[in-house]
């Protein structure tokens, strides 16, 4: 059984390929740094865009063309299935994420639901032993249905709250089943619509409580994936308690809870942030905190979430530069959380999409290596801040100055001289490493 007839495994043809089935960009077996492209890219499909969305938009039904739609219920979960494994293998993608009720229908009960999940999971379990083709991360979908109205672990309604607490048990549970690598929390409704009736210190202690008893549980079970907290602004709620990485951040810190949770940036979050996506990686980065990515993009003429897959070369190469400045991902990885246009309603745009995103990934990964094999950002920044390397900037670093010797210096000084911050020729620097990194093989 074949559920994508028109599409064979996608290979790496390189730079001069007219075949819109293969990589131009992305070549798994690639070695950068001493690693594979594959083993450092850790690219992961999302269920819920790939395999369960129909390509309804708040506007209009869906669109999309998807064989397991014939199917309902569980048979349609079973297909989606099939459909999900024969995907990753012929895309060429080593991970995967879901929401549990991306895998499974919800039941009429709590306890159906979950013996819903139990017979997708014992599936899906069969299929990953039959492959190389790992869980980036599971979570929760504590937002969709009616019950989660005013919230989840910020609920008004303590009965809410519980319920919430039995989904992410199971979910807790069904990672170290699956062996997930991360677990993630991304709190839709975890906020609020106004304040006139809200208790925001309660809605926030609780959430506190929630993690701090998600933490528990998973360590009662030995399930040792990372936890991750996807941080976005807005949207469903009109406000949203883990804002961006330096809210959640503080929030962390706040609840004692820093130690236990790293961030999953999505770079569509960043920019309704009112940040880029190079912003919220970066300051998860210097903070210890950058676990993963939801690569995806915005629409810059739109003021919601479009999701799109990511086609940016200029922000996949400074999102790689940050993410190799880190090290790696560690166990995060670069999961498409990203939707093909409802007007791309065929199965192969699925391809197309994918392809498009790791391409551009592969771009950025290898215009940001040279950029770092070179120390371009790092020469910059060494010169513009070398005032802090001797003299009283050496004082100020190494807290040996006061406001009292401070005053002392800044009395003596004849003048002030800055210097430029060449922020047009470090531009037009960068678009000269992307334009030319490919050149020897165009
Ligand atoms: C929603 C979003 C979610 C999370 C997982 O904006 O990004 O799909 O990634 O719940
Ligand atoms: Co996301």
Same mark, same amino acid.
């Given at each position: 059984m074949t559920w994508f007839e028109n599409v064979n495994k996608i290979k790496y043809e390189g730079?001069?390929?007219?075949?819109?089935?293969? $990589?131009? @960009? !992305?070549?798994?077996?690639e070695v950068i740094n001493g690693k594979t492209m594959e083993e450092y890219l850790r690219y992961g499909v999302a269920y819920w865009h790939t395999f369960?969305?129909?390509?309804?938009?708040p506007f209009g039904s869906g669109t999309a063309i998807r064989g397991w739609d014939k199917f309902d219920g569980m048979d349609r979960a079973k297909a989606r299935v099939e459909a999900a494994f024969e995907f990753f293998e012929k895309i060429g993608a080593k991970y995967f994420c879901f929401h549990d009720v991306d895998i499974a229908p919800e039941g009429e009960t709590l306890s159906e639901s979950n013996k819903n999940q139990d017979v997708i999971v014992a599936m899906i379990k069969e299929y990953m032993k039959d492959s190389d083709v790992k869980l980036l991360w599971n979570t929760a979908n504590? @937002?969709?249905?009616?019950?989660f109205v005013h919230g989840a672990?910020?609920?008004?309604n303590a009965d809410v709250f519980a319920y919430s607490a039995a989904k992410v048990k199971k979910q807790l549970e069904i990672g170290k089943e699956l062996g997930g690598e991360n677990y993630v929390f991304w709190g839709?409704?975890?906020?609020?619509?106004?304040?006139?009736?809200?208790?925001l210190g309660l809605e926030q202690d609780n959430l506190a409580r929630f993690f701090q008893m998600a933490v528990d549980y998973a360590k009662e079970i030995g399930f040792d994936a990372q936890f991750l907290i996807e941080p976005k602004p807005?949207?469903?709620?009109?406000?949203? !308690?883990? @804002?961006d990485s330096q809210s959640t951040h503080a929030f962390l810190l706040k609840y004692g809870l820093v130690d236990h949770f790293k961030l999953n940036i999505e770079a569509n979050h960043a920019t309704l942030a009112g940040h880029t996506f190079e912003h919220e990686l970066r300051y998860a980065r210097v903070n210890g905190l950058l676990g993963s990515v939801d690569a995806n993009q915005g629409d810059?003429?739109?003021?919601?979430?479009?999701?799109? $897959?990511?086609?940016d070369i200029y922000s996949t190469t400074l999102a790689m530069y940050e993410i190799i400045k880190n090290g790696g991902l560690g166990s995060g990885g670069l999961n498409f959380d990203a939707k093909v246009r409802r007007?791309? $309603?065929?199965?192969?745009d699925l391809f197309h999409a994918h392809i498009a995103g790791m391409d551009h990934f592969a771009v950025g990964y290898k215009v940001a290596s040279k950029l770092v094999e070179d120390n371009v950002f790092e020469n910059i920044i060494d010169e513009r801040y070398a005032? !802090?390397?001797?003299?009283i900037g050496k004082d100020i670093v190494e807290g040996k100055a006061d406001f009292k010797s401070l005053e002392e210096y800044a009395l003596g000084l004849k003048e002030i001289k800055n210097k430029s911050g060449r922020l047009e020729v470090i531009k037009a620097t960068i678009n000269q490493y992307l334009l030319t990194a490919y050149a020897g093989e165009l």
């Amino acid at each position: 059984m074949t559920w994508f007839e028109n599409v064979n495994k996608i290979k790496y043809e390189g730079p001069q390929s007219k075949n819109n089935l293969a $990589f131009k @960009f !992305y070549n798994p077996e690639e070695v950068i740094n001493g690693k594979t492209m594959e083993e450092y890219l850790r690219y992961g499909v999302a269920y819920w865009h790939t395999f369960t969305a129909d390509l309804s938009d708040p506007f209009g039904s869906g669109t999309a063309i998807r064989g397991w739609d014939k199917f309902d219920g569980m048979d349609r979960a079973k297909a989606r299935v099939e459909a999900a494994f024969e995907f990753f293998e012929k895309i060429g993608a080593k991970y995967f994420c879901f929401h549990d009720v991306d895998i499974a229908p919800e039941g009429e009960t709590l306890s159906e639901s979950n013996k819903n999940q139990d017979v997708i999971v014992a599936m899906i379990k069969e299929y990953m032993k039959d492959s190389d083709v790992k869980l980036l991360w599971n979570t929760a979908n504590n @937002f969709t249905n009616p019950r989660f109205v005013h919230g989840a672990a910020s609920s008004s309604n303590a009965d809410v709250f519980a319920y919430s607490a039995a989904k992410v048990k199971k979910q807790l549970e069904i990672g170290k089943e699956l062996g997930g690598e991360n677990y993630v929390f991304w709190g839709g409704r975890e906020g609020y619509e106004t304040l006139l009736n809200t208790d925001l210190g309660l809605e926030q202690d609780n959430l506190a409580r929630f993690f701090q008893m998600a933490v528990d549980y998973a360590k009662e079970i030995g399930f040792d994936a990372q936890f991750l907290i996807e941080p976005k602004p807005k949207e469903p709620s009109t406000h949203q !308690y883990d @804002f961006d990485s330096q809210s959640t951040h503080a929030f962390l810190l706040k609840y004692g809870l820093v130690d236990h949770f790293k961030l999953n940036i999505e770079a569509n979050h960043a920019t309704l942030a009112g940040h880029t996506f190079e912003h919220e990686l970066r300051y998860a980065r210097v903070n210890g905190l950058l676990g993963s990515v939801d690569a995806n993009q915005g629409d810059p003429l739109l003021g919601w979430d479009t999701d799109e $897959f990511p086609a940016d070369i200029y922000s996949t190469t400074l999102a790689m530069y940050e993410i190799i400045k880190n090290g790696g991902l560690g166990s995060g990885g670069l999961n498409f959380d990203a939707k093909v246009r409802r007007g791309s $309603f065929d199965p192969e745009d699925l391809f197309h999409a994918h392809i498009a995103g790791m391409d551009h990934f592969a771009v950025g990964y290898k215009v940001a290596s040279k950029l770092v094999e070179d120390n371009v950002f790092e020469n910059i920044i060494d010169e513009r801040y070398a005032s !802090y390397k001797e003299g009283i900037g050496k004082d100020i670093v190494e807290g040996k100055a006061d406001f009292k010797s401070l005053e002392e210096y800044a009395l003596g000084l004849k003048e002030i001289k800055n210097k430029s911050g060449r922020l047009e020729v470090i531009k037009a620097t960068i678009n000269q490493y992307l334009l030319t990194a490919y050149a020897g093989e165009l």
